[in-house]
């Protein structure tokens, strides 16, 4: 009698050649991706044990599996107890994470708020629910490319002078399973509401200005490569005991050495934070990635006790993102120069971006109480934590000077990174 074929349900994502460790504490393997479902087998941790398949579903990604009742029944396990997603085989997956249901619903309502706030037509409005894939994409480039500062735009017109990658089309991190986006929460660049708060007890040496934008997920989240690029030495957290990892891109793919080899371009992305399970760090100095490989994983932060012995804010996991460039053209600026990492996303991604701000429980950025005015996403393209003084929160603006000596914002950014002699690899 034949052998009938398996039936997956809608959202299953097939994978090869995949085996996962099992971590501490074990797994239950269950006849359904249901953690109420029959159990048909108890791993132990360290097992490891085939995987075939991905469902993510609810609070889970369910993993299929063989069991050893019958080699036509597979079996499910919570694949948040094994290693699949801190290790090279969610490289599988990467791309499916933007079309999973959760991630998609959450692109779909900020295009409908967007919609909205132009008054589209209500019909029109519910046409969105049945978008995916390219044709969503390029509604989201459309709307997007809108709302972008104009400075920003002429910042990306001397891309070529300045030896910058192309856009980034990746975020840096991801949920996982993808409902965890709704979660995620995003805080900002430069004056933002924690450095305004917090300034004297951690960011004494930054000026009072946070040096890059966080992402609150839990440790053990999937770390990204945001572009093609190599893994590199990049030393810019204040602890040495950190761990992190740092990319620097490479120039477009049409520009190439005489060999066809690809050329590094001006800028670093740096990664903070990792400090945790060894898959922090999948990747190594020196590697090679293409966009959208995962290199590691989210971890927490390190700081100092008074006795000078090293402790870990087991209660703040999150990664932190900085961007830096390399040289003017003419000096190397080291780790003291740090940009507003939203100026290298693609449009549609700092949308998204500013959508997970919303869920802070606090506003990413000042409202009262700061001399300032109202602050955004892109108050500020990159300061300098050189001179020391005066520190930002302790400036009185004036009319002819907002922010204090080496303190850019947009315009003043642009108008710095002009006189850059042209980038030469």
């Known amino acids: 009698m034949p052998s009938t074929p398996v039936q997956f349900p809608a959202g299953y994502l097939p994978l090869s050649k995949v085996n996962v460790t ?11 991706p249901d953690k109420d479902a029959e159990r048909v087998l108890s791993l132990r941790e360290n097992a490891k044990q085939p995987a ?5 579903r609810d609070d889970h990604s369910w993993l299929s599996t063989p069991t050893p009742r019958s080699t036509q029944e597979i079996g499910w396990m919570a694949g948040e107890y094994t290693d699949f997603s801190r290790s090279a085989a969610y490289n599988q997956v990467v791309n499916a994470w933007y079309e999973a249901a959760d991630v998609l619903e959450f692109r779909r309502a900020l295009l409908r708020d967007m919609l909205r706030a132009r008054g589209t037509d209500a019909d029109k409005i519910a046409q969105v629910d049945r978008l ?13 490319h809108q709302t972008i500062p104009p400075t920003v735009i002429q910042f990306w017109q001397i891309q070529e002078r300045l030896g910058l990658p192309d ?11 993808p ?7 995003f805080n900002g660049f430069g004056p933002d509401t924690f450095a305004f708060h917090n300034w004297e007890l951690y960011y004494s040496n930054t000026r009072g200005l946070h040096n890059g934008v966080d992402y609150i997920v839990p440790e053990g989240s999937p770390l990204i490569a945001v572009s093609d690029g190599v893994i590199v030495n990049f030393r810019f957290l204040g602890n040495s005991a950190e761990r992190s990892l740092a990319l620097r891109p490479y120039l477009p793919d049409t520009v190439r050495k005489p060999d066809g080899s690809r050329v590094l371009s001006n800028l670093i992305v740096a990664y903070g934070h990792l400090t945790g399970d060894p898959t922090s760090q999948i990747v190594h100095v020196g590697d090679e990635v293409r ?4 290199i590691g994983t989210s971890g927490w932060p390190i700081y100092t006790r008074d006795d000078g012995t090293l402790g870990i804010q087991h209660n703040n996991a999150h990664l932190h993102l900085e961007t830096h460039l390399v040289t003017t053209g003419e000096r190397e600026l080291g780790s003291r120069t740090p940009f507003n ?8 991604l700092i949308a998204w ?12 950025y000042p409202q009262t109480g700061q001399p300032f005015g109202r602050l955004g996403f892109f108050s500020l393209g990159a300061f300098a934590y050189e001179p020391p003084a005066p520190r930002v929160w302790q400036y009185s603006p004036t009319r002819q000077a907002m922010w204090p000596e080496g303190v850019y914002d947009l315009d003043n950014m642009l108008k710095w990174v002009q006189t850059f002699a042209p980038y030469q690899e």
């Open 167 to 177: 856009r980034f089309e990746y975020l840096p991190v991801h949920t996982v399973p």
């Open 132 to 144: 995916r894939g390219e044709t969503l994409r390029k509604l989201e480039d459309t709307l997007t």
């Open 291 to 294: 966009a959208g490989d995962i």
């Open 52 to 56: 075939t398949g991905l469902l993510w």
């Open 353 to 364: 971006q500013a959508r997970l701000a919303a869920h802070s429980s606090t506003p990413p």
């Open 179 to 185: 409902s965890g986006i709704e979660q995620l929460e």
């Open 341 to 348: 990492p939203l100026l290298f996303f693609s449009p549609r």
């Open 22 to 32: 099992v971590r501490a504490g074990g797994v239950n393997v269950r006849a359904t």
